[in-house]
């Protein structure tokens, strides 16, 4: 009984340790804090979007920008786009689902945001779509994936961040590592 709890603490801690060692992901982990605090410097927002469990990582990333993550300082704007029912159902209702957050953008987004899109197959084609609205309007992207995604989408990305697992619990507990890595580097800029 015990052997299961512990086997995947094991698995958890292996797909941490390959992020660890992996001297360009954390590159990129760098990098997509420089493009935020980059947007928030030019008075742009943080539109963040993600299916389930992705979704209540971005409401939860919206939420360390707009509060706080270590230290009290400055709200920054962020938005979380699945965390408005009313324009989730009436999208989904009145054109489909896949548009749920690209026409957010379209409405919300502007070339000084920063779009963060979270899938972990990279394949929900709800998220792909906000990502093609987002460069359509010449935002930034930073897409936290894995690497299950096939090269198409990480190239329309300013910074793909592609977990080295193809366990879906696994990669979310990484994500929102990475997530929690980007809210700290940009918090030492406004602290």
Same mark, same amino acid.
């Given at each position: 009984m015990l052997e299961d709890i512990k086997h995947y603490i094991e698995h958890s801690i292996d797909v941490k340790t390959a992020i660890l060692n992996n001297e360009r992901l954390l590159m990129k982990i760098y990098q997509a804090s420089q493009i935020v605090i980059s947007s928030l410097r030019r008075k742009g927002k943080i539109l963040i979007a993600g299916n389930g469990g992705s $979704?209540?990582?971005?409401?939860?990333? $919206?939420?360390?920008?707009?509060?706080?993550?270590?230290?009290?300082? %400055?709200?920054?704007?962020? !938005?979380?786009?699945?965390?408005?029912?009313?324009?989730?159902? $009436?999208?989904?209702?009145?054109?489909?689902?896949?548009?749920?957050?690209?026409?957010? !953008?379209?409405?919300?987004?502007?070339?000084?945001?920063?779009?963060?899109? !979270?899938?972990?197959?990279?394949?929900?084609?709800? !998220?792909?779509?906000?990502?093609?609205?987002? %460069?359509? %309007?010449?935002?930034?992207?930073i897409f936290l994936t894995s690497e299950m995604l096939g090269t198409a989408y990480l190239q329309k990305a300013d910074i793909p961040i592609c977990v080295p697992s193809n366990d879906t619990p696994l990669i979310q507990e990484a994500h929102e590592m990475i997530e929690h890595l980007i809210c700290l580097e940009v918090e030492k800029e406004y602290r």
């Open positions: $979704a209540a990582d971005a409401m939860h990333m $919206a939420t360390e920008f707009c509060a706080k993550f270590y230290s009290a300082r %400055k709200a920054l704007p962020a !938005i979380a786009l699945g965390a408005d029912t009313c324009v989730l159902t $009436a999208v989904a209702n009145d054109f489909n689902y896949e548009h749920v957050f690209s026409r957010q !953008i379209e409405a919300l987004g502007n070339e000084q945001d920063v779009f963060i899109a !979270i899938s972990t197959s990279g394949n929900s084609r709800n !998220i792909l779509s906000a990502i093609d609205t987002a %460069k359509q %309007k010449r935002m930034q992207v």
